[in-house]
């Protein structure tokens, strides 16, 4: 059993930044793949980043430039540096691990944190 213990959320201002900051438990963190999601008021929750075993990163087209994921395997810990913040990325995110990325990768993954708000204002 993996618990996932999310913190960092907040309000920011448009063009500002947040970090957001994912601790797992147990002793087998560096045998998940690590992902963030976020799921915006009636939507769907969709995948921004994820970052492999192996470090290889994904991220969601809108992201791509502004925010950065990051895991640190001695500290259990994975972390997502949102830089250049829009109003359009308010969500709810979670942080997620998953044993097979693929399935991570579909939204899918193991375990799921309990989320953190993240509201962007104009």
């Known amino acids: 059993q993996v618990q996932l213990v999310e913190s960092g959320g907040g309000l920011a201002q448009a063009g500002g930044s947040l970090r957001l900051s994912c601790v797992a438990s147990?002793?087998?963190?560096?045998?998940?793949?690590m992902g963030w999601f976020r799921q915006a008021p009636g939507k769907e929750r969709d995948v921004v980043a994820i970052?492999?075993?192996?470090?290889?990163?994904y991220y969601t087209d809108s992201v791509k430039g502004r925010f950065t994921i990051s895991r640190d395997n001695a500290k259990n810990t994975v972390t997502l540096e949102m830089n250049s913040l829009k109003p359009e990325d308010t969500a709810v995110y979670y942080c997620?691990?998953?044993?097979?990325?693929?399935?991570?990768?579909?939204?899918?993954?193991?375990?799921w944190g309990q989320g953190t708000q993240v509201t962007v204002s104009s």
């Open positions: 147990g002793r087998t963190f560096s045998s998940y793949a």
């Open positions: 997620a691990a998953g044993g097979i990325l693929a399935r991570l990768q579909i939204g899918m993954p193991d375990y």
């Open positions: 970052t492999s075993t192996g470090g290889a990163n």
